[in-house]
């Protein structure tokens, strides 16, 4: 049984850093893209970064290139996203999804295991 399961996130002021964690069970990163998603109130669901099956290839959202890097320790079996200069933009729930599906990238469609959620949120 896949679950995945965020933390990390809280209340940072603008230009400040945050590590989320994804920890998850009945994934093996070789066989499992993973991704980060996020959602603001009132916005649809936006990809933010991926990451595929093996991890030797990553993608990012435009509005977070260069600011958050995606991350993954097999031997924890945890995911990671780290994200630096923060903006208020960034505020959003937070979400980790694993996929199956080759090439799944930021399309969230293509995730089947999604956790909770954990909240970011940047004060200016």
């Known amino acids: 049984q896949v679950q995945v399961v965020e933390s990390g996130g809280g209340l940072v002021q603008a230009g400040g850093s945050l590590r989320l964690s994804c920890t998850t069970s009945?994934?093996?990163?070789?066989?499992?893209?993973m991704g980060w998603f996020r959602q603001a109130p009132g916005k649809q669901r936006e990809g933010v970064a991926a990451?595929?099956?093996?991890?030797?290839?990553?993608s990012y959202a435009d509005s977070v290139k260069g600011r958050f890097t995606i991350s993954q320790d097999n031997a924890k079996n945890t995911l990671y996203l780290q994200m630096n200069s923060l903006k208020p933009e960034d505020t959003a729930m937070y979400y980790c999804?694993?996929?199956?599906?080759?090439?799944?990238?930021?399309?969230?469609?293509?995730?089947?295991?999604w956790g909770q959620g954990t909240q970011v949120t940047v004060s200016s």
């Open positions: 999804a694993a996929s199956q599906i080759a090439g799944a990238g930021l399309m969230g469609g293509w995730y089947k295991y």
């Open positions: 009945g994934v093996t990163f070789d066989q499992y893209g």
């Open positions: 990451i595929c099956r093996g991890g030797y290839a990553d």
